[in-house]
């Protein structure tokens, strides 16, 4: 099973960007599709983006669209969350996953990390 390790959280101004990093190591990294999912406090765990196992498919929910990009690099077992024009409400942990499923189905990610806490202040 793939481990995953999320870096590059903090606390940034409302405005800024942020990129996280998710390193994965013990599985064929080209056989996961990735995913970002974000939890605040008192609230559910949010399906935020992913990307295929190939980085050609890639799904945002609505309210990071325009402002998140997921990425991967294949070569160094590496996905990224690029995240600009940052909002309070994105404040969250956010948690790599990995899935041997479909890339957009929430319920396929098995796999996960322990969490970077991103703060936006107004």
């Known amino acids: 099973q793939v481990q995953l390790v999320e870096s590059g959280g903090g606390l940034v101004q409302a405005g800024d960007s942020l990129r996280l990093s998710c390193a994965a190591s013990?599985?064929?990294?080209?056989?996961?599709?990735m995913g970002w999912f974000r939890q605040a406090p008192g609230k559910v765990r949010e399906f935020t983006a992913a990307?295929?196992?190939?980085?050609?498919?890639?799904y945002y929910r609505d309210s990071v669209k325009g402002r998140f990009t997921i990425s991967r690099d294949n070569r160094k077992n590496m996905v990224y969350l690029q995240m600009n024009s940052l909002k309070p409400e994105d404040t969250a942990v956010y948690y790599c996953?990995?899935?041997?499923?479909?890339?957009?189905?929430?319920?396929?990610?098995?796999?996960w990390g322990q969490g970077t806490q991103v703060t936006v202040a107004s």
């Open positions: 996953a990995a899935s041997e499923g479909y890339y957009s189905d929430p319920e396929d990610y098995r796999s």
């Open positions: 013990g599985g064929t990294f080209t056989l996961y599709a």
């Open positions: 990307i295929s196992w190939s980085g050609n498919f890639t």
